[in-house]
């Protein structure tokens, strides 16, 4: 552990948002709570480099903390006048394929916050590159007033109807709070052979992330 409370593994991490603020203020409260923490540990922060709905309010809390801020965002998007103007750093690229395989490659753990259908392709996508073997990153859900209760409840199913295996569903770890999510995700370690193939059976019952 660090001086500033985080571990050195965890310098960057990437958070996956949505571009509406959510129907009650709780979800952009956990937005900033977050985003406060993010930026008193040191820890920079990668997203999808818009400046509207829950994605414009991670930046701006961050940046108004004196956080850095590293935003990726495919190039149609910024002549929709959809980024954001005051980043640390804004990479512009050519497709959303690219631009998940920088924030993969810039980032040490990631977050998904409540969203919508984008936030939870990205986060399914990293989650899949772990189970792969492609990265050995902890990837987390924010579990915002149980936004993603039943998500959860999905992959339990999945892991008794045996598509999914327990181990794989260890990886989506889950806490309702950032400061436990952090924490979580600071202390997760991945599996010494952390590779999926098709001869392993999945077991019958369900992991806990």
């Known amino acids: 552990m660090s001086p500033n409370g985080t571990t050195a593994s965890l ?35 990668v997203y999808g480099g818009a400046g509207v709905g829950t994605m414009g309010a991670l930046a701006d809390r961050v940046l108004a903390a004196g956080g850095e801020v590293v935003g990726v ?5 910024v002549g929709a006048e959809i980024a954001h103007p005051g980043l640390t750093e804004l990479h512009v690229v ?10 993969n490659e810039l980032s040490d753990g990631f977050i998904a916050l409540p969203g919508g259908l984008g936030t939870l392709e990205e986060f399914a996508e990293i989650v899949t590159w772990s189970q792969l073997g492609l990265h050995r990153k902890p990837t987390g859900l924010l579990n915002t007033a149980g936004f993603y209760d039943l998500l959860l409840a999905f992959l339990d199913h999945a892991v008794r109807e045996r598509f999914l295996r327990a ?17 979580r995700m600071a202390g ?10 098709s001869a392993a059976e999945p077991e019958r019952d369900p992991g806990r992330g």
């Not at 965002?73 to 998007?77: D, S, T």
């Not at 997760?188 to 193939?197: G, I, L, V």
């Open 11 to 45: 310098r960057s991490v990437c958070v996956f948002c949505g571009s509406n603020p959510g129907r009650t203020p709780v979800y952009l409260d956990t937005v900033g709570e977050l985003a406060d923490l993010l930026a008193a540990r040191g820890v920079r922060v």
């Open 73 to 77: 965002i495919p190039e149609q998007q």
């Open 94 to 103: 050519g497709s959303m394929h690219e631009r998940k395989a920088l924030m």
């Open 167 to 183: 181990d794989d569903r260890a990886l989506v770890l889950t806490a309702a709070g950032a400061p436990d999510l952090l924490d």
């Open 188 to 197: 997760w370690a991945p599996r010494a052979d952390q590779r999926w193939t």
